[in-house]
């Protein structure tokens, strides 16, 4: 899912900030780092220079620290987090990355930032990964910028998703396929749970097909997933806006993925039939049956009696005129 460089460095602020038990309300100035997401590759012993951007839009000229940090991923939405200690880390990146410690934005501006990245001859290939984050520094020198006020430490960044070149293992397996198993009503939620055992970030891409009891395709679904890192889970949740169905469904979830266009697949089958409509409907059906049924028994008596009058009327005029 894209989201643009603000949406993702608020939500990294949030983040680091959250880690470092800094609440985001007290931060006094405004950072976007661009773009929010670096993808680059290279083979083992290559120097790879990268551009990256840092814009200032708090009301002062600022020094941002810069700090580059591994990052892993703790739980099923992705969400990466910081790491000081990257000895044993397969998937480091930080000791790679060559970048400024401090850059000066003046108020309103957006500064350029160059990086370099030594990728070393010893490197495994597939994925290595970092954040590069940027924290306002009031500790500004004389002559060299404006004066600024405090700073609490509020951070954004730019995560570096880093693929060096060479045999890789890719491989994604659908842990989890749901579905409420019945419905009366949509829409219908499907939720899963994906694994990558891969040794590089994969994008599942692909979609749910919904057939409907006869067998025939009625719907397609599409599913992103966002990026799965190696040796992690992610959850997704795809929604079909159907308000009524008829019966028994079959769902056949497909996911494209990686270099060579590896499947995975999964079914699952559920029901959505609104059966309390049916059953009001039918309540309602038949009490006016049962009205209309002893309406007309009603009328039926009605006419036999009045028949049975006019009978007995007939027969007290035969006997007048007899007499």
Do not use: C
Request: no cysteine; glycine share 6%; net charge positive.
């Amino acid at each position: 899912m894209k989201k643009t460089a603000l949406t993702f460095s608020a939500f990294l602020s949030i983040v680091i900030l959250a880690q470092a038990g800094i609440h985001p309300i007290l931060a006094q100035s405004v950072i976007t780092a661009i773009p929010p997401r670096l993808l680059l590759q290279g083979k083992p012993g290559e120097t790879i220079t990268a551009q990256l951007k840092v814009r200032n839009d708090s009301e002062k000229a600022q020094n941002y620290s810069v700090a580059v940090e591994d990052f892993i991923v703790y739980d099923k939405q992705g969400t990466p987090i910081p790491v000081a200690n990257s000895a044993g880390n397969r998937w480091s990146l930080a000791s790679w990355v060559l970048a400024p410690d401090m850059i000066p934005v003046d108020t309103k501006t957006t500064q350029v930032v160059n990086i370099k990245i030594k990728v070393p001859l010893t490197a495994l290939p597939g994925g290595h990964y970092a954040m590069l984050t940027y924290m306002p520094n009031a500790d500004v020198k004389p002559g060299q910028m404006k004066k600024t006020a405090a700073i609490i430490g509020q951070r954004v960044g730019t995560l570096i998703y880093f693929t060096v070149s060479g045999p890789v293992t890719e491989k994604l397996n659908i842990l989890k396929f749901s579905v409420p198993q019945f419905s009366e009503q949509g829409p219908v939620d499907f939720s899963g749970t994906l694994e990558s055992l891969s040794d590089i970030h994969i994008t599942p891409k692909g979609n749910i097909t919904i057939s409907d009891p006869l067998n025939s395709k009625v719907a397609t679904v599409p599913v992103d997933a966002g990026s799965i890192f190696p040796e992690t889970e992610r959850e997704f949740i795809s929604s079909w806006n159907q308000k009524w169905g008829w019966g028994k469904y079959r769902a056949d979830l497909n996911l494209a993925y990686g270099t060579t266009g590896a499947v995975a697949t999964a079914t699952i089958f559920f029901w959505l039939f609104p059966i309390r409509l049916v059953i009001y409907s039918l309540v309602a059906i038949i009490s006016v049956l049962t009205v209309i049924v002893l309406l007309n028994k009603r009328s039926q008596r009605h006419q036999e009696q009045l028949e049975a009058e006019v009978t007995e009327l007939k027969k007290e005029l035969e006997q007048a005129e007899n007499k």
